[in-house]
């Protein structure tokens, strides 16, 4: 069965501070990755996403992310986090094995403090 | 603007009661799908829509219904057969389902936050 783990639940950082989030995936062929952010009580925004090509993937509000076949994992950083970052984001994988229909990881809310 | 409006924000349902969630869309998308979001669980798939008069289960069907009349429009029910039904509702669409209806991005709406009284 396919299944998306984002292993830290809640991050505190700094503002200024770097920011990564863990993503691993299990599935067996390439799935096709995307970073999601929703700030509180509102719908979710599209980061990236990931479907072939060049690895690291450049996204909107300065976020990008690395695909790492031989560890199963697509993490999202920052080199420099805003109060505005602060919010819960969501990792999703999808594949043909699946009907295409995405699977999301639990979120991880990131605090930042001044 | 495009974009995708849900109905209401807050909902409230007194138990044994069917409620009905709104969602339109202004994209001219194809494909429509209904999450619902818990603490702590991400989000989890009730039913997709891949195009007008056709609709899919997803993982958690059981307990709702839908309907797919017009392209712009997914409305959910939450039927009195759903033992938990509280929870914050989220409708997305993208450009076009078939055998691509994953990987195509997805644009939601501002969600419904269902409350059972």
């Known amino acids: 069965a396919q299944s998306v783990t984002q292993p830290d639940i809640h991050i505190t950082v700094s503002e200024g501070a770097s920011l990564e989030l863990r993503c691993n995936y299990s599935?067996?062929?390439?799935?096709?990755l995307f970073w999601y952010v929703q700030s509180p009580g509102q719908g979710l925004q599209l980061l990236l996403k990931y479907f072939s090509g060049d690895t690291l993937v450049q996204g909107i509000k300065g976020f990008e992310a690395e695909f790492k076949r031989s560890q199963s994992s697509f993490n999202l950083r920052k080199p420099s986090v805003h109060w505005s970052d602060a919010a819960e984001y969501f990792c999703a994988v999808g594949d043909r094995s699946n009907d295409y229909k995405l699977s999301f990881g639990a979120g991880t809310t990131v605090t930042v403090r001044a | 603007d495009g974009g995708i409006t849900q109905s209401p924000k807050y909902l409230f349902r007194k138990e044994g009661q069917n409620v009905t969630l709104s969602c339109e869309q202004n994209?001219?998308?194809?494909?429509m799908y209904w999450y619902r979001q818990d603490p702590g669980q991400g989000l989890r798939l009730i039913y997709y829509?891949?195009?007008?008069?056709?609709?899919q289960k997803g993982d958690i069907a059981e307990g709702y219904s839908v309907s797919r009349e017009k392209k712009e429009s997914f409305p959910l029910t939450v039927t009195s057969a759903q033992k938990n039904p509280t929870a914050f509702y989220l409708c997305?669409?993208?450009?076009?389902?078939?055998?691509?209806?994953?990987?195509?991005?997805?644009?939601f709406g501002p969600g419904t936050r269902l409350t059972v009284l």
């Open positions: 997305a669409s993208s450009i076009e389902g078939g055998s691509f209806v994953g990987w195509n991005e997805q644009f």
């Open positions: 994209l001219n998308h194809d494909a």
């Open positions: 599935y067996g062929a390439t799935p096709y």
């Open positions: 829509s891949q195009i007008v008069n056709d609709f």
